[in-house]
């Protein structure tokens, strides 16, 4: 089914573009510990890329060394056709990679509408002068983003929780809230770190839809991380199997689940 | 009339984001500013002013600052006397500097250079947090205040080494110097207050105050948002000076009249704006102004009532004062960080309900 560079068409008959992001032979340690060791794939657009793999395997630090986290001792990482300088975190949320995170990272003194309006911090203009007086583009921007992030909240369907501060929502609804904060961005590429972890089947049949739907009517390309088997093989295009920091397999869900070294290491063995 | 929003529906975001959703409460604060306008200027007398009035407006626009950079940017500083001294002293030497400027830009002026300060000394917070990011600003306070003891120039070479305010007049009116009057004293603290709890009520609710309190609820997530966490924190440590150089001109000029450093700007008055903020408060400007008056009013109160009404010994109201303040703090931290704002807030909530709790 691969090819060379232009792209591929899905078995539901989405159409992949060219590569969007490629991690050239990164490895990145910590002391001793060698979390990623060598590892090369790419991410296309407007795929559904899933990132695979037991704990410990170096999943999360790929995100990390993705969003400009963590800077990886060797290797290369491209966006876009260039390669990318070390980049602070905040200079990669600019290039619009937005995230969420494995163990929630919200604001927990501030309400649902303002976790996600905080989202949209790459996209304001006004300056300090404009805010402190609510003048001018300031007010503008508020009332233009909220409508936005309205909209988000509605696609979400969080309408209820809207002015609750979030440190009092329960896990699930958090969760969504994360979500909610990432896509508020606008994002052209979401990682996503375990979004359904912890979650009933209810739930994460919720998550998935708006997986999915993020995908289809945004086509934002995405590159999650997920432990759930059944999940990965229903939405992903293409996975990436990590072990001990080394990539063990990449290909379709199909691929991936015949290769015999992925049955070894991580299909074979429970690891709960 | 009831408490309540039913019956008063926001038809366009732009209401929604209102500072005061509830009529009722816009309407309240409407009369407060009026009375504070229409009502006080011609009630009150010296005592009201400088016991209570004055100090309650200066200490007001100081912890507000304070506020900014600790309850809203999660940054904890014990400079704010030290940045209070420069605030008076960039204030003093551009009044002597510069005789016929207008005192209110001279005030403003003042707030503009302790922002710069402010910056220079948040600098070390890009680097460290809590409690040591605490130290280096305690260190601020002591190096600010020795400097404006040791160096003559900040003085103008005065024998006594204190600084004093020369008049300054507004449209004809003293309002600095031992001329000036009580309502003008006032008048002028006011006007300072209203602005910039405006201003500050403005920036808390829009961009750049969602990214500090991004930054305060979790630093390392707000990056990877994209906040740009060099520029939310030495925002903030603008801004909070900003306000806290204006509270110490205005403490200075309008409010003491002279100065000596170390006792109107010591570290006391650092501890002085964190109980006011931490009781009535974190990240609250209503809280901010609820701290203050508790910190202003307490000793007033138990002078009158301990001292002249019971006949006390006036040093043990005043110990009696340290150990309500704190009790307060220490209850305050544990039971309800939010402070008399969130005690505030519960009591809004039951009303908005009442008659029918359920
Ligand atoms: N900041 C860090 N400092 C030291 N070691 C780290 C750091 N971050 C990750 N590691 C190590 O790198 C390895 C990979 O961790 P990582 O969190 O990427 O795994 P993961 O695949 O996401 O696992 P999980 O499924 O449990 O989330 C682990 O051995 C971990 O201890
Ligand atoms: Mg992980």
Redesign the interface.
Known sequence: MLDSGEGYITPDGRQIGGVMMEMKNITLRFGGVVAIKDISFDIREGEIRAIIGPNGAGKSSMLNVINGFYHPQEGEVWFRGEKRPAMRPYEVAELGIARTFQNIALFKGMSTLDNIMTGRMTLMRANILEQALWWGRAQREETEHREKVEKIIDFLEIQHIRKTPVGRLPYGLQKRVELGRALAAEPKLLLLDEPMAGMNVEEKEDMCRFVLDVNDEFGTTIALIEHDMGVVMDIADRVVVMDYGKKIGDGTPDEVRNNPEVIDAYLGVSHD | MFYREAGDFKT???D??QTFPIKFDRYRYYAVIAVGLLVIPFAINDYWANAVLVPFLIWAIAAIGLNILTGYCGQVSLGTGGFMAVGAYACYKLMTAFPELNIVFVVILAGFVTAGVGVLFGLPSLRIKGFYLAVATLAAQFFLVWLFNRVPWFYNYSASGQISAPERTVFGVPVTGPETSAWAQYMICLLFVVVLAW?AR??TR???G??W??I???D??????????LRAKL?AFA?SSFFVGIAGALFFAVYLGAVEVGEAFGIQKSFLALFMIIIGGL?SIFGSFAGAAFMVLLPVLLKNVLVGGLGWPTDLAAHLELLIVGGLIVFFLIAEPHGLAALWRTVKEKLRLWPFPH
């Open positions: 366009s975001y732009q929604d984001a201003a403005n920036l829009g961009t750049i969602r990214s309190m991004a305060r609820d979790m390392i997530a707000a990056e990877i948002i994209g906040v740009n966490p925002s801004v990240g």
